[in-house]
């Protein structure tokens, strides 16, 4: 079986891990990575510099992706935790305390949300026949910790920040795991939660490309869009490579 994408078709789902399938970067996730026993942090400030972070965090992909700056690896993922935590503090933290939280959001004890759109459309596409897997920046103990948590099948992980080879979004990544599907890049579609340093990346490595903004941080994207995988076939169809109203370079 196979989905539409426009005028192509394509036989195979690659998603993005955190916050996608898994919710990643929430209140009480810092909540309990941080402040456990209180106080009560502000959900509009936490979602505010996380949308923030977030365009950062794309923007140091993409330059690591073009040569502008070293690949960005679990040390630039650890930095931009540490960043996080530091802007929604208000000031550094002292380092073993930075380290601490870091260590504890990567594998979180707390409780752990779902996304319930994650199961139904995993559902769909095993109902249709379609292959999934997931490929993702972060180290693979925490991949798998949050399947596990979630109760997602930790065998959909194809490629973590810590394996062999290339990471996402290097070119050499994302083909490596369409191989893994069984499928070429072009019957595969891409679901990642970053503008440039997911969606963009996937369709320069021949991936058709759709942006789950579940943050609400790319207002301007005016295709390819979406806020629920409730609607992920539907968006497909369209075939809308997500653009911006207003261009950017990335960095």
Do not use: C, N
């Amino acid at each position: 079986m196979t989905l539409r994408y426009g005028s192509r078709e394509v036989e195979a789902v690659l998603f993005d891990l955190d916050d996608v399938l898994v919710p990643f970067q929430t209140p009480s996730a810092w909540q309990w990575a941080w402040r456990p026993q209180g106080p009560v942090l502000g959900d509009r400030r936490v979602k505010a510099v996380v949308r923030r972070s977030l365009k950062a965090w794309d923007r140091r992909r993409w330059q690591g992706l073009t040569g502008k700056a070293p690949p960005a690896d679990l040390d630039a993922l650890r930095s931009h935790l540490a960043d996080t935590l530091s802007t929604l503090a208000g000031h550094a933290l002292p380092p073993t305390e930075t380290e601490a939280v870091v260590r504890r959001f990567l594998r979180p004890a707390g409780e752990v949300e779902r996304y319930d759109d994650a199961f139904r459309v995993l559902e769909r596409l095993r109902a249709g026949g379609v292959k999934a897997g997931i490929i993702t920046p972060l180290p693979a103990e925490s991949a798998r910790w949050l399947l596990h948590r979630t109760g997602l099948p930790e065998s959909l992980l194809l490629g973590s920040g810590d394996g062999p080879g290339p990471v996402v979004p290097d070119k050499a990544a994302l083909r490596a795991a369409t191989q893994a599907l069984g499928a070429t890049p072009d019957r595969v579609a891409y679901v990642g939660d970053l503008f440039w340093s997911d969606v963009r990346a996937a369709a320069r490595a021949g991936l058709a490309a759709v942006l789950l903004d579940r943050h609400d941080a790319w207002p301007k994207v005016l295709t390819g869009r979406l806020t629920t995988l409730d609607v992920l076939e539907a968006t497909l169809a369209t075939g809308g490579s997500p653009s911006e109203s207003v261009g950017a370079d990335g960095g």
